[in-house]
């Protein structure tokens, strides 16, 4: 019963190639996929000998929005094609293991469940409304297209709640995300989670399904904001006689108010192994420093054990508590 990581990478190709090589040596029967988008990325010759199968794929992603989950589902659908593993994690090229692989698959078997989520907190103003993307045409001139971005959030805050529009507040971001409030019902439970997952071949594979075959809910979910954390678990949550057990594949670490993880040094992972028993911890720097990879190794010579003595601190707080009675999926402790 083997696994396959697939990793998901668009940023600093040796990182990527330092998880290939500490996966292949924490679980040596196992495959492990690299998805990026870039043809100057990396060699693929590179990623095969460092025991990965190279995946480039044609989707150019943008943080956000629907590209992200044609990302994961094609990463998904290859996996599928390209090995003939039992159970597909998905990872960052960022993350880091911080157990014992092969131990922590043993553990996953023995729960004999079908899939890993991660729940995140439901927010309902990102499914209630109709979301679309759209560029604000750039004019070249830095101050101009400055006060063109605050014009609109401006202009967006005063016409909530009749209708929506903001820009990402990101950097050299020139997407605005345009909403009006839905008048249809979602097509099923709406549940938010990470997409870093674990699950079974025969999930990914319903997934797969129902993802190529139910035209509702892909349209709903292509209208819903950050798609990627809500449309992937809604459809597993929505699987008939699937198990689903809720816990972290990947943990990390977000000050409040904060989009994108901590980069980890030895204080965060000591934070993160009073909180999470999963796998891998986000993220890891390209500048990353010897000491916090040295006390990542170290924690991976736990045994499951010290694991679960470790964590003593509860997760992030999410509305996950209320999915079982609404979801059709099973979800088990």
Not at 80 to 101: H, N
């Amino acid at each position: 019963m083997s696994f396959c990581y697939v990793v998901l990478a668009h940023t600093d190709p040796e990182a990527v190639l330092r998880l290939v090589r500490r996966v292949r040596v924490l679980s040596p029967a196992s495959d492990v996929v690299v998805r990026y988008h870039r043809l100057d990325y990396i060699d693929p010759a590179r990623l095969r000998a460092a025991g990965a199968i190279p995946l480039r794929s044609p989707v150019d992603v943008a943080w956000g929005d629907w590209s992200q989950v044609e990302m994961v589902l094609g990463a998904l659908a290859f996996a599928r094609a390209a090995t003939g593993a039992e159970y597909i994690t998905l990872i960052s090229g960022q993350d880091y293991p911080i157990r014992d692989l092969a131990a922590w698959e043993e553990q996953l078997r023995a729960l004999d469940v079908d899939v890993l989520l991660d729940p995140l907190p439901t927010q309902a103003h990102n499914f209630r409304i109709r979301w679309s993307v759209r560029r604000l045409p750039p004019t070249g001139v830095d101050l101009v297209d400055r006060g063109a971005r605050f014009a609109l959030n401006r202009a967006g805050a005063a016409l909530n709640p009749v209708a929506y529009a903001h820009t990402s507040g990101r950097p050299r971001d020139d997407r605005v995300w345009l909403g009006l409030s839905r008048v249809t019902a979602p097509p099923m439970t709406v549940t938010k989670c990470a997409q870093w997952l674990t699950a079974r071949a025969e999930a990914v594979d319903e997934l797969l399904r129902r993802d190529r075959r139910d035209a509702r809910a892909r349209g709903f979910f292509e209208h819903v904001k950050i798609p990627d954390e809500s449309y992937v678990p809604s459809l597993l949550h929505d699987l008939p006689g699937a198990r689903i057990a809720h816990g972290q594949t990947t943990a990390k670490e977000f000050l409040p108010g904060q989009g994108s993880p901590q980069w980890v040094d030895p204080d965060v992972l000591a934070r993160l192994r009073r909180c999470s028993a999963a796998p891998f911890a986000r993220k890891f720097g390209p500048d990353v420093s010897a000491a916090t990879l040295a006390a990542a190794d170290a924690l991976c010579r736990r045994t499951p054990r010290e694991v679960q003595a470790d964590v003593v601190e509860a997760g992030r707080p999410t509305d996950a508590d209320t999915w079982p009675a609404t979801v059709r999926a099973r979800i088990v402790a």
